[in-house]
């Protein structure tokens, strides 16, 4: 018996169906049967669902002798379903991968429930990817099983069928079918999972729902839509078939009311002849299945007005359009005015003197206390007392985050009027990225830019041969902006030739050093152990940091080129995977990719949300990467590095390269997992060659970090001192990993 049965409707897909077949069967999890069911389809989706079954055993076809429709196309399918779960696919989606593995695990881990509830993403024709917007309610569910009463919050995500997986005999316990009609999802729905006594919930993208530019049903302009309310009396009639329920009806009447109004006020849905008699029906449905002494929302009153019902319905939806259209032309205005008033005021402020004494700091687009910026600022306050240093922040949520801005620390909020009052003082302002446009350079103001590492990318002008990579990206308006800087921090002559090759601006290259990196090259071997603690990695494991960077040649940046649950079971015991993706991917659907499952079940520490890197890379034994510009901090640590570079040439030809990192690599380099997993189990991930390379590449990239940058910009940039700069040499010593330790067990 399989462990899923996964029932898949074909009609006019022959586009998609076989993207979707290949997502299901090239998935690691192998225990399943697919029910293709080729619902009389005019195209050729009925040859490639033969084509497959002839050559994979697990799929089955069933040739309808006439059109069904999309709910009893499935009930063709159920019966012939041996599996422990059903799982209903729409053929036009895709699973993600490893999506059956995950699911299967958490069936596993929650005991068989009536009901698992996964979360998907938006997959656009246009090439944009969304995540559910209601995800976090999946991750607020918990790690065992609930009911919809024990947690009603389950209810307000999208009502579909093909987001959830049902346990069969559940299913055929209770009698569920799919009934005809173009809402069919909605009697299947409602019913199992009022009904289900165990439900599980899974924080992870197993998904994609294809959002296609023409052919989705629901979102064609006909009479259709009227199957609605046949689909809701249907629900009604459950409810009135299982009295033990009755406590849904007073949330059903109101689901139904704020379903129907939503389908009404959709422009691409009803022809505008039929919406007054939409909403008459509607309202009459309302009226009658309204339960006894039920409280009705205010949106939703307008149901119960009769004849008139549809006028004031109108004239609510005009009166609101016409609000928001006030709101916009109001924030309009209220922009210009500002704009003249933050003009009136820089006058007026450049009028005054600079105060020589005040440093505005910012960091990573104000988040908080970070990188360089912070570095710097720590050290001005031992250094340099009497010099006022204020930090900008994005807003009170970030500024009341103790991670991001320790207590006592002076800020402002970004766009506030203490921001402008101190922008347009400071004699110093100092950040790792461009200040805004709205931050007028003055005579006599120092602008300090940091940077945000060494670059093995192309940055700046370089950008401009490569559409892609600056996609969404305004080059000359960046360099006007650079052009305010003063001094551009560099780790090396490399880094200097490269920022000002980028950036052919007027500033000068400081040879400083990278102050985020004092930390690295002074580390003892009581700050990793800290941070092992914090991050909850037992003692004695060898921690391996992965930390991949986006990819341009990808909408969205994400590329997942290797799967990080198999290299963590792979490394197996003794050892912790930590995780970090790059901060452009922290807040899309990468982390639902599994991430966030797999750092829930304890396979891997998802530290994409640690706001200071180099604690992450004092804590680690070993270092694989991509073409992260991390390579160029970690190898001042002295510990290993190797370089995954799978896609290398995919990578140079869409956003471009300085040099060629496989050749010059600070460690061993594979191209492919099976290469990478036989660095780490051979243990030539640690030999003397890769020591070697890491030497050679701190000689060429990190020249002046000699762990007395911070010090140095404080005392020649913000006191001016002569300080010289530090002259080339080797990196002081680090804490190296164990010795005779593997990664990976051999076999």
Known sequence: ????????????????????????????????????????????????????????????????????????????????????????????????????????????????????????????????????????????????????????????LLMVVWNKVYRRDFVEREG????????????????????AERIAALDRICLNYRQRRQGNILSTTSRKHFDVHAQYERVFAFLDARPELARWRP?????????????????DRLPPSDKAEFFHRTAGMFRAYRPDGAEIPAELRVLERGTLGYAAYRLRRESGRAAREAERRT????????????????????????????????????????????????AARELAPHLRGVWVVRDEEHAADPALLPPGTEHVILG????????????????????????????????????????????????????????????????????????????????????????????????????????????????????????????????VLYAPTRREYRRGGLVERLDPARLAADLGEGHTLVVRLHPSLATGPARGMGLSELHRRGVLIDATDEPHVEDLMLASDLLITDYSALMFDYVLLDRPIVVHADDWDAYTAS????????????????????????????????????ARARAAFRARYCEYEDGRAAERVVRTLLLGEPVPAPEPSGVPGARAVPAGRDLLPST
Not at 106 to 114: I, K, Q, S, V, Y
Not at 341 to 362: E, F, I, M, N, Q
Request: proline share 6%.
């Open 176 to 195: 569920l079918t799919f009934p005809p009609g173009y809402y069919e999802d909605t009697p299947w729905t409602f019913p199992v999972m009022f009904s």
């Open 251 to 267: 949330f059903l009447h109101a689901k139904m009311g704020e379903h129907c109004l939503d389908i009404l006020s959709k422009p």
């Open 331 to 378: 924030r309009q205005a209220r922009g210009a005015v500002a704009g003249r008033l933050r003009r009136v005021a820089t006058a007026v402020h450049t009028r005054r003197r600079l105060d020589p004494d005040l440093v505005v700091y910012s960091a990573f687009s104000h988040r908080g206390v970070l990188g360089d910026p912070g570095a710097i600022h720590r």
């Open 655 to 690: 956003r471009g390269a300085y040099f060629d990192i496989t050749d010059e690599a600070p460690g061993h380099v594979s191209r492919s997992y099976r290469e990478l997993a036989w660095l780490l189990a051979s243990g030539t991930w640690r030999d003397e060659e890769t």
């Open 416 to 543: 506030s009027a203490a921001y402008h009052r101190v922008t347009e003082r400071a004699a110093f302002l100092v950040n790792n990225v461009n200040w805004p446009g709205t931050v007028t350079k003055r005579d006599g103001g120092v602008h300090i830019h940091t940077h945000q590492g060494t670059p093995l990318k192309y940055m700046g002008v370089d950008l401009l041969g490569r559409p892609g990579a600056r996609h969404g990206l305004d080059v000359p308006q960046m360099l006007r902006r650079a052009d305010r800087w003063d001094h551009s921090l560099v780790a090396g002559r490399y880094a200097e030739r490269v920022w000002e090759r980028a950036f052919p601006c007027h500033f000068t290259s400081a040879r400083t050093g990278s102050p985020r990196n004092d930390v690295l090259v002074n580390a003892g071997p009581q700050d990793g152990r800290r941070v092992r603690e914090r991050l909850g990695v037992p003692d004695g494991h060898t921690v």
């Open 1 to 156: 018996m399989p462990r899923f049965s996964l029932i898949i409707p074909c009609f006019k897909v022959q586009g998609f169906l076989r993207e979707c077949l290949d997502s299901v069967l090239d998935q690691s999890f192998r225990d399943i049967e697919v029910i293709a069911v080729d619902d009389c389809s005019p195209d050729g989706s009925g040859a490639i669902l033969d084509e497959y079954a002839a050559r994979d055993e697990r799929v089955r076809v069933l040739h309808l002798e006439e059109n069904a429709g999309l709910g009893r196309a499935r009930n063709a399918g159920m019966p012939h379903a041996t599996g422990d779960y059903l799982f209903f696919l729409d053929s036009d989606d895709t699973l993600t991968p490893g999506a059956l593995c995950a699911m299967a695990d958490r069936l596993a881990e929650t005991d068989d429930p009536d009901v698992l509830v996964f979360d998907y993403a938006r997959t656009y024709w246009w090439g944009g990817t969304r995540r559910n917007a209601l995800a976090r309610v999946l991750a607020e569910a918990g790690g065992g099983t609930f009911t919809a009463a024990g947690h009603p919050e389950i209810l307000d």
